[in-house]
């Protein structure tokens, strides 16, 4: 979904625009198409086999899944509540989830609900290593990467990089 509605930032918004600006109004144009048709267009499900740690997940279809380094977004948004040691930071949001669209305000705070759970469709960890088979396609820092068939993403913080501001 993301690679999707980066897709429809660039193709939307000029270049000086696409940055926190654009991806802002289509994150909330997003999150108001919830409320009518959550599963249609950019919306749509992707299937992927994710494993954290070593440890597969046992969903295999998502509406969200969000794997980064970071421990914020744009708009101060930090969809991440799970623990571990682990620098890489994922979310993932399955298709059997319960309550989606009461839970995201919390999910976007990384102050879930109590239902907000694995057992409930949702999933969040700090990990060592995060691998991501798919086929839709994905974004790695605005950049778009078409999708290939069985492809196989492998994310692990293993350096820490810092930057100083003058």
Request: charged residues 20%; positive net charge.
């Amino acid at each position: 979904m993301i690679q999707r509605a980066v897709s429809l930032v660039h193709r939307t918004f000029p270049p000086g625009q696409q940055g926190v600006f654009g991806a802002g109004l289509v994150t909330g144009a997003l999150l108001a198409k919830v409320f009518t048709r959550p599963s249609d267009g950019i919306l749509a499900p992707d299937k992927a086999a994710v494993s954290i740690d070593g440890t597969p997940l046992s969903d295999a279809e998502f509406y969200l899944l969000i794997a980064s380094t970071l421990s914020r977004l744009f708009l101060h948004m930090n969809p991440f509540w799970g623990e571990g040691p682990g620098g890489v930071r994922l979310t993932a949001i399955s298709t059997r989830a319960k309550r989606p669209v009461a839970a995201a305000p919390g999910i976007f705070r990384g102050r879930p609900r109590a239902a907000v759970t694995p057992e409930n469709g949702y999933h969040s960890a700090n990990a060592q290593r995060v691998q991501i088979g798919m086929g839709c396609g994905f974004t790695i820092d605005g950049e778009i990467f078409a999708p290939e068939p069985d492809e196989v993403v492998r994310l692990c913080a293993d350096r820490r990089v810092t930057f100083v501001r003058a």
